[in-house]
Structures are given as structure tokens and as C-alpha cells.
């Protein structure tokens, strides 16, 4: 099983500010089959990112993924009020079991 | 537009079992697969299973295995979840989450989540 590890656990960042987060895998992610997703309190998952770098239906360009292998990158470029959040990434390169990564708080500073 | 809308919450004993819904709209059923994965109080997302929802294959994650069962029927669209044995460390929300896909798996669209709590 693939165990993902992000960090760092919480980000404190004001709008407008970048966020950079980082999720590291225990073995490498074959195909580069990682998302990202965030999560608001009382709500479900939202896929931002698949494929580790292409943007889902109706994300905006300010979030973008990057890495291969076992270091993986999801960047906010200018935070906007709505984007702080719980992100989760999760691999889908060794399965079963699919696995996600423990959760990077980005909160406003 | 895509919707799975889940069946309410549910408060069982330790040892009773419980089923969850999930009312798929707005797309072609039998074109996608439906998954289940779990979120306890506070923690991170945890992958159940998947069943296609064309053919009724299921696939679960070995943890679950012999507790959970999730099945379909394609005159409503609907899945279902049951667990069963269920224990204090099942209290969690359980969403249904779709993917296009058997081994590339991504979650496009989710549902709501049903609370499940599990307490004497």
C-alpha cells in the first residue's frame, strides 16, 4: 500500500498569498496518477487536480499541479477567501487499495 | 447536472448493520463506477470500494472485506452500501463518489455523505 504523507499539516496564509503543499509518497505513483481535492467544513471533496497536473471541469487557473514519482506538488497562486480549506491528494497509480494523504489545513492568517 | 444524493443519517448499536443509498441523476448510470469511502470524526478519507454500476462487480478494499457489500439496481440508480458488524470505530460520514473509470481512479463527483454513528 502507498502511503501518502503531506505536509506541512497547516498553512497559515493571508489572501493573496501563494500556498505551495506538498504531498510525498512512500513508493512511486506509476502514470503520474495523483489528485488533489479540497474539502470545506460540512462539505464533500471537491476534485481540483487529476493526472498531477490537469485541472478539473470548472477549476480556476490559479491552482495547478505538479511532480512525478514520489513528490507531488499542489500550488494556489493568489489565495482567494473561498480556497481555505482541508486538501487531500490521493494516488490512484497502485490499487487496491486506493490511498489519500493525510491533509494539509491551509487557514487564514 | 450530476447529482448522487445519499440516504439520511443512521444511529446504530455495536454489532447491527447498516445500509446507505446513493441516488445517482443527471448522467448515464451504467457508464460510470461508484465508490465508497469513509471520513471519520476530524480524520482523513478512506477508500471502501468500488461496484460497477453496469455490471454489479464489486471490489473492496481488504480491510472491509467480509463486513461490506455494496450492490446496485439500475431501475433507480441507485447503490447501495451495507456494513455490517459494525463497531464503534465505523462512526464516520460515507460518501458515494463516482469515477469513469475501473483502474483510473478519480473522484469527479460526490455525494453529500450520511453521518453514521455507531454507540451503545
Known amino acids: 500500500e502507498i502511503v501518502l504523507t503531506q505536509s506541512p499539516g497547516t498553512l497559515s496564509l493571508s489572501p493573496g498569498e501563494r500556498a505551495t503543499l506538498s504531498c510525498r509518497a512512500s513508493?512511486?505513483?506509476?502514470?503520474?496518477?495523483l489528485a488533489w481535492y479540497h474539502q470545506k467544513p460540512g462539505q464533500a471533496p471537491r476534485l481540483l487536480i487529476y493526472?498531477?497536473?490537469t485541472r478539473a471541469t470548472g477549476i480556476p487557473d490559479r491552482f495547478s499541479g505538479s511532480g512525478s514519482g514520489t513528490d507531488f506538488t499542489l500550488t494556489i497562486s493568489r489565495l482567494e477567501p473561498e480556497d481555505f480549506a482541508v486538501y487531500f491528494c490521493?494516488?490512484?497509480?497502485?490499487?487496491?487499495?486506493?490511498?489519500f494523504g493525510g491533509g494539509t489545513k491551509v487557514e487564514i492568517k | 447536472q450530476v447529482q448522487l444524493v445519499q440516504s439520511g443519517a443512521e444511529v446504530k448499536k455495536p454489532g447491527a448493520s447498516v445500509t446507505v443509498s446513493c441516488k445517482a441523476s443527471?448522467?448515464?448510470?451504467?457508464?460510470?463506477?461508484i465508490h465508497w469511502v469513509r471520513q471519520a470524526p476530524g480524520q482523513g478519507l478512506e477508500w471502501m470500494g468500488i461496484?460497477?454500476?453496469?455490471?454489479?462487480?464489486?471490489r473492496y478494499a481488504e480491510k472491509f472485506q467480509g463486513r461490506v457489500t455494496m450492490t446496485r439496481d439500475t431501475s433507480t440508480s441507485t447503490v447501495y452500501m451495507e456494513l455490517s458488524s459494525l463497531r464503534s470505530e465505523d462512526t464516520a460520514v460515507y460518501y458515494c463518489?463516482?469515477?469513469?473509470?475501473?483502474?483510473?481512479?478519480?473522484?469527479?463527483?460526490w455525494g453529500q455523505g450520511t453521518l453514521v454513528t455507531v454507540s451503545s
Open positions: 513508493q512511486s505513483v506509476s502514470s503520474s496518477r
Open positions: 493526472g498531477a497536473s
Open positions: 490521493q494516488q490512484y497509480g497502485s490499487t487496491p487499495p486506493l490511498t
Open positions: 463518489a463516482r469515477s469513469s473509470s475501473w483502474y483510473v481512479i478519480y473522484f469527479d463527483n
Open positions: 443527471g448522467y448515464t448510470f451504467n457508464s460510470y463506477y
Open positions: 461496484i460497477n454500476s453496469s455490471g454489479g462487480g464489486t
